[in-house]
């Protein structure tokens, strides 16, 4: 292609754009803050109160206010050094005013101000200064108070001082951009979660969060545990309501030049673990190699202590990694410096020099402790060697299940209703309940892309029960089959037949029993399917609002009184009454109904169902179907509020 030729392409230099400052960040915020959903805008406080904790690593701060302020507004206080006001050389401006507005800058470089720090990139402050309609920054250095004013990233006044004072520190106060951001409400728990999580992993520092909204109760929540990681172990234990195995949380830890690892770890006689993983403070929820070394090491000490005392015996094959740890609720948090993590939203570590001082401490102090506490050692085995017969238990009907669908014409269930296009992008499977309402959804169906499968009756628990269990169990095992992509270890995401997965139930309390079932089993056996997102929820219409000729469904009550209303005050719809119909189940409503309501994607409204936090996730589905009452009481009271409010 010639000059010339390539000029009339409609492709010029000036269409190459260079964006300036903080234009980037506006420009895609996702590359900066994962989403700019729910998870993006809570994460504009993480970063905030991040730089706080960098101060506290240093040793420097001992209290973090967050407060949760009308409008919207976040404010957050620390007790640290303040961020410096001279001038930064290079820049010509205050200090200040570059970490705000310059990307990459900061005190988390080279031999900057902080040797650990969870601000690999640097870019925190000012992507946060960059995504808020305004922010203001105060800085106390022990004589003089400095504060500066941004709007969406851009200083609008100097640096001034505006006081005296003999206190240190920082105090961030900013307004999420609405321009940017879907919503702009913060979730007081979820705040909560993610900052007692840090006092968890600060032992002696306090976090303190006050929601100071119209209609809460301005209560300040003091975070503050002294115990550290163990503590964070005992308090998602007694959250969930688990029966612990041992009393004493097994502690461990260890140095390294810099680098320093604590891992807290306690056993339980749930049959899923729970594994969190930190570094320098951030949770690394897609593991590295602190997480690697930890799993590497506690395999190795269970099977060559277990083979040592003879809890193995010679004839039998190892434990696996999924053996020693079912019933294990672990936190594993290491700090170093030049943390390398993948990406600005740091899901995983990448350091491999820390795997070894993980690897090491785990190995030699676990071993010894199984030596110093030898009943506590005796009760961790069985449970781990009853794992290894239900997995081998679970292999052998898996081998047995397969050899029955090869034997079989068709392996796919014999209920299923599939649909034409063998291509899995495009495709949807709707699991319903009830065979009337599966009879419905296959005449109301589009056969090119929506498969259906009737389920009847309410399937195992799988909270309670191991893997072997799900094979040859008769509501399960049509699941698994009809998906494809297989369950547990073999699961494979790309034989995964269907990229929707939906669950249909009615809405009513055993409809309601029946979703947390599925979901249950879903986030247990078949994770990967939450994690990407490919599990929903249909939501049916409760009503059915007719005035003349005029229809209309209404999804909550709030929503049929909103339509009551506007059929009240519609002069041509006087003259009729409006007739009321509540769907007790999916069964009463015919194809078509089904198919406008609930099945064309034009018109239906569906959940889709995301994993969230890790912990919080597993401890809802402990408590909500786990074998203790009292948490689930108390939960169903905490939350009842979200049921009778629910609205689409």
Known sequence: MSVEQHKDNGYEAEQIQVLEGLEAVRKRPGMYIGSTGPKGLHHLVYEIVDNAIDEAIAGYCSEIDVEILEGEQIRVRDNGRGIPVGIQPKMGIPAVTVVFTVLHAGGKFGNGGYKISSGLHGVGASVVNALSTWLEVEVRDGEKIYKQRFERGKAVTELEIIGETKETGTMVTFLADPTVFEETVYDFETLQTRLREQAFLNAGVCINLTDLRKGKDHTTHRMHYEGGVASFVEFINKRKGAEVLHDQVIFLSAAEGSSTAEIAMQYTDSYNELLLSFANCVHTVEGGTHEMGFKNALTRAFNDFGRKKGYIKENMKNLSGEDVREGLTAVVSVKLEDAQFEGQVKAKLGNTEIRGLVENLVYAKLSDFFEENPTIARGIFEKALGAARAREAARKAREMTRRKSALETAALPGKLADCSDR?????????????????????????????????WGKMLNVEKARLDRVYGNDKLMPVVTALGCGIGEELDLSKLRYDRIIIMADADVDGSHIRTLLLTFFYRYMRPLVEEGHIYIAQPPLFKLTRGKKVRYAY???????????????????????????????????????WETTMDPATRVMLRVEPGDAQRADETFTILMGDKVGPRKEFIEQNAEFVQNLDI
């Open 556 to 594: 909550t009550d709030k929503q049929r009184d909103e339509i009551m209303y506007e059929y009240d005050h519609d002069p041509e719809l006087s003259r009729y009454k409006t007739e009321i119909q509540r769907y007790k189940g999916l069964g009463e409503m015919d194809p078509h109904q089904l």
């Open 423 to 455: 291509d899995s992008a495009n495709t949807e499977i709707y699991i319903v309940e009830g065979d009337s309402a599966g009879g419905s959804a296959k005449e109301g169906r589009d056969r090119r892309f929506q498969a259906i499968l009737p389920l």
